[in-house]
C-alpha cells in the first residue's frame, strides 16, 4: 500500500492511460472490439492469467482473463469507427452477461466482473447501472457467496465497492453488511477476506450506515488487529491485519468524538508497530496520527485558552481559529516516542533497503504529528528565506485537472484519498471530477498556476 501511496500521491500525477502495458495479444484488433463482434473479441481474448492484486499501481486493468484493448479503445474514444458512447452499449451488454448466471461459467462470470468494473472505474456510470441494479447487486452477492472460485469471488468484491462508490445510494449498507462480515471471518481465502474487508469498509462509509453502525464495524476490524487476524481464521496475515487497519482508519475518519475509542484503539496500534510487517507497522502508525489529529477541535468563540496553551504558527487553522487539545490520545505517550523514532531510523538488515526508505518517510511524519498533531503529513520544517517562516503542511497533492488540485495536509484527507484510490485506481481523477460522492469525501483547492 505504501508504495502506491509514494507513486498516487508524491509525484501528483495520474499515469495516462497510452503510457500503461497492455495486458492484451496482438491477436486483438480493434476490428474485433466493434460492438457488434464482442462476443467473438471476447472468446478470443481469454487467457489463464489470475487476478491482480487490488493495489496494481493505479492502473485501471487489472490484467484478469479479458484482453483489455478493446474496452480500452471505446472507453478512450480510440476507436473512430465507433461513436462516443459505445461505452454504454457495452457497459449494458456486460450487465447482461453478469445478471444472466444460467448460462455463465464460472470464469466467464469473472471476465464479465472483471470488465464491469474497469468500466465504472474509467467512467462515472451511475445512470446506467442504477435502473438494473435489482439484477446487478443480487447477481454479484450471489458471486460473492458461492465462493465458487477464489477469482470471481475476488472480482466480484472488487464490482461490489466501486459500484457503492459509483451508486452513492444510502440503502446498500444493510444489503450487504452481513454477508460482507461472514465472507471476512469463513472464508479459507486470504484474498478473499481482504477483498470483503475492502468492501465492508466502503459499504460503510457510502452505503448509509449510521455512526452507531460504523463504531461496530470499528470493532470488528479492531479486533481482527488486536488478534493479528486470529479472530476471522487469518493468524499473522500481514494483508488481513493491514485491510482492518485501513478501513479502521476511513471509519474513523467520520467519527467527531474519539476520545472514548481512542484507549483501547492506540494498544492495538502501538502493539502492531511491532509487526515484522512493514505495510502493518505504516497502517498502524497512520492510524496513531489520525488519532493525535482528531484529538484537537477548533477553538469555539466563547472558550477561553489556558496560559500553557501552544500559541505557535501550528496551532492555527486557515481561518484563524485557534486549534485546542482535548484529551490526552495515550498515557505512555514517551515511550511511543521512542518506538516512533526508532522506526523513523531503522538501519537494520533484517528489513530490506526499500522497506526501510519507506519506514523512514513514513515514520518521519507519523512521529512530527505525535509530537505536534496539528501538523498534517508531509509537513515541512524547512524555513522558506524569504518570509522567514516554515513551509507547513500542503505538500502533498494531487492534481485533478488544470484548476483543481486536492492538498493532502491532514490525516484524514489522506486516509480518505487513499481508500478512494483502493477503490478507483487510475479512475480517480475522472470520477473526482463526475462523481459527487467523491468529491464530497475531499475537498479541493483551485490552482493558481
Not at 54 to 73: K, P, Q, R, Y
Not at 135 to 151: Q, V
Not at 378 to 403: F, H, L, P, Q, W
Amino acid at each position: 500500500m505504501h508504495d502506491l501511496r509514494r507513486q498516487a500521491l508524491e509525484s501528483g500525477k495520474t499515469v495516462s492511460r497510452k503510457a500503461r502495458s497492455r495486458t492484451a495479444s496482438a491477436a486483438s484488433s480493434k476490428a474485433n472490439s466493434a460492438v457488434n463482434s464482442r462476443a467473438n473479441s471476447r472468446a478470443n481474448s481469454r487467457n489463464p492469467s489470475r487476478h491482480g492484486s487490488d493495489e496494481d499501481e493505479g492502473f485501471l486493468s487489472d490484467g484478469t482473463a479479458w484482453s483489455t484493448n478493446s474496452i480500452d479503445d471505446i472507453l478512450n474514444n480510440e476507436d473512430v469507427d465507433l461513436p462516443p458512447d459505445a461505452w454504454k452499449a457495452e457497459l449494458h451488454s456486460i450487465i447482461e452477461q453478469i445478471v444472466d448466471r444460467k448460462r455463465s461459467s464460472t470464469e466467464g462470470r469473472a471476465d464479465s466482473l472483471n470488465v464491469y468494473t474497469h468500466v465504472l472505474m474509467a467512467k462515472y456510470a451511475k445512470d446506467e447501472i442504477e435502473s438494473r441494479m435489482n439484477g446487478i447487486l443480487p447477481a454479484i452477492l450471489r458471486s460473492i457467496k458461492a465462493e465458487t472460485s477464489e477469482r470471481e469471488t475476488v472480482t466480484a468484491l472488487r464490482a461490489l465497492t466501486v459500484t457503492i462508490v459509483t451508486l452513492d445510494s444510502d440503502d446498500i449498507y444493510d444489503s450487504v453488511c452481513d454477508l460482507l462480515k461472514r465472507t471476512v471471518s469463513d472464508s479459507e481465502s486470504i484474498q478473499t477476506k481482504i477483498g470483503a474487508l475492502h468492501a465492508l469498509g466502503t459499504a460503510t462509509f457510502f452505503g448509509g450506515a449510521s455512526e452507531e453502525e460504523a463504531e461496530e464495524i470499528m470493532a470488528f476490524l479492531l479486533e481482527i488487529v488486536e488478534s493479528d487476524g486470529l479472530s476471522v481464521g487469518a493468524h499473522d496475515q500481514g494483508g488481513v491485519v493491514v485491510a482492518a487497519l485501513e478501513e479502521w482508519g476511513l471509519l474513523a475518519t467520520e467519527i467527531e468524538d474519539m476520545e472514548e475509542a481512542s484507549e483501547a484503539a492506540m494498544e492495538a496500534f502501538v502493539e502492531q508497530l511491532q509487526s515484522s510487517d512493514s505495510s502493518v507497522q505504516i497502517a498502524a502508525g497512520e492510524n496513531i496520527a489520525l488519532l493525535y489529529e482528531k484529538s484537537y477541535t477548533p477553538r469555539e468563540h466563547d472558550e477561553d485558552l489556558s496560559d500553557d496553551e501552544d500559541s505557535d504558527d501550528e496551532g492555527y487553522v486557515k481561518n484563524g481559529d485557534k486549534m485546542v487539545k482535548r484529551y490526552n490520545v495515550y498515557r505512555r505517550q514517551d515511550q511511543l516516542i521512542h518506538t516512533l523514532e526508532e522506526l523513523a531510523k531503522i538501519s537494520t538488515r533484517k528489513v530490506s533497503k526499500k522497506d526501510r526508505k519507506t519506514l523512514h518517510s513514513s515514520f518521519t511524519d507519523i512521529l512530527n504529528s505525535v509530537e505536534k498533531p496539528t501538523r498534517g503529513p508531509k509537513y515541512s520544517t524547512a524555513v522558506n528565506d524569504e518570509t522567514g517562516r516554515t513551509y507547513g503542511a500542503g505538500r502533498m497533492k494531487v492534481r485533478i485537472n488544470r484548476n483543481v488540485e486536492v492538498r493532502i495536509d491532514k490525516w484524514w484527507k489522506l486516509q480518505r484519498l487513499c481508500a478512494l484510490r483502493r477503490v478507483l485506481q487510475g479512475g480517480f481523477a475522472t470520477q473526482y471530477d463526475a462523481n459527487e460522492a467523491v468529491s464530497r469525501t475531499l475537498p479541493f483547492t483551485v490552482s493558481r498556476g
